[in-house]
């Protein structure tokens, strides 16, 4: 019998990074915590060394696709995970996210009221006259797993970005885009006594942020040390 997980989350990672690798140490750390509590975190790189098609580590918790580490085989490397879960695992939602967001599982509760059916829910963003869910939060239903690895090759080849062709995939397939914001955005540098106050006020069940989207274009310097400072708040977990 495969076992149950409420929740699966398919990181986005690069181990080639030692930024990414410290952020992963992080995940890492707090995700162990929850793995008997019904979810599951699984990160996702390429490797072009392994002889099948995708190796799951059960001790990192990373699963290995065969491929180039290239952000045009993100796409590529959900799909191998979306199939290894499928196969592998009963869950209620599968959430694709990437390294540098960090979440509060403790908050995950709060989304028993926000996702109802078979919608790909996310953060959506508007170009022009298209719509998409923003690839550093992507949740879906099994039946929302099933439709995009049953329709994976249907998708526009031409399109650079992994979450637009999800998004058009799963539109093109009856399945609706549910806008959903649950994000507390780090996107710029600013004073870190002011950020640590954001991260004890939104940390609490009285604030609808479940998880926080840490990229200020100054990878080694501030996001790492707003990562350490989410860990040490929310989880009480120092990684020297």
């Keep these: 019998m495969m076992v149950y997980y409420k929740y699966i989350f398919l990181v986005i990672y690069s181990e080639n990074n030692p930024v990414y690798r410290e952020m992963y140490n992080h995940i890492l750390e707090y995700s162990n915590r929850y793995t008997q509590n019904g979810i599951l975190t699984i990160f996702l790189i390429c490797d072009t060394t392994i002889s099948e098609p995708y190796s799951y580590d059960k001790e990192t918790h990373i699963l290995r696709v065969k491929a180039v580490e290239h952000i045009k085989n993100i796409y590529h490397k959900t ?27 403790k ?59 999800i998004s058009k995939i799963c539109v093109d397939n009856g399945i609706t885009l549910g806008h959903i914001d649950i994000t507390y955005r780090f996107t710029k540098k600013c004073d870190i006594s002011y950020a640590i106050k954001m991260i004890e006020k939104t940390s609490g069940d009285s604030d609808k942020r479940i998880f926080y989207r840490v990229k200020t274009g100054d990878r080694d ?10 860990s040490e708040i929310v989880y009480k977990i120092i990684i020297s």
Aim: hydrophobic content about 35%.
């Design 221 to 230: 310097g501030f996001d790492l040390l707003i990562f350490r400072k989410l």
């Design 79 to 105: 799909i191998c995970a979306i199939k290894y879960c499928l196969d592998n695992f009963n869950f209620k939602y599968i959430i694709r996210t990437n390294i540098s967001s960090f979440w509060n599982y």
């Design 107 to 165: 908050k995950l509760h709060l989304l028993d009221s926000i996702l109802h059916g078979d919608q790909l829910y996310g953060y959506k963003i508007r170009v022009g006259q298209s719509e998409f869910i923003s690839g550093y939060c992507m949740i879906m239903s099994p039946y929302v797993a099933k439709t995009l690895y049953t329709y994976r090759d249907t998708g526009n080849t031409r399109i650079y970005y992994d979450d637009v062709n």
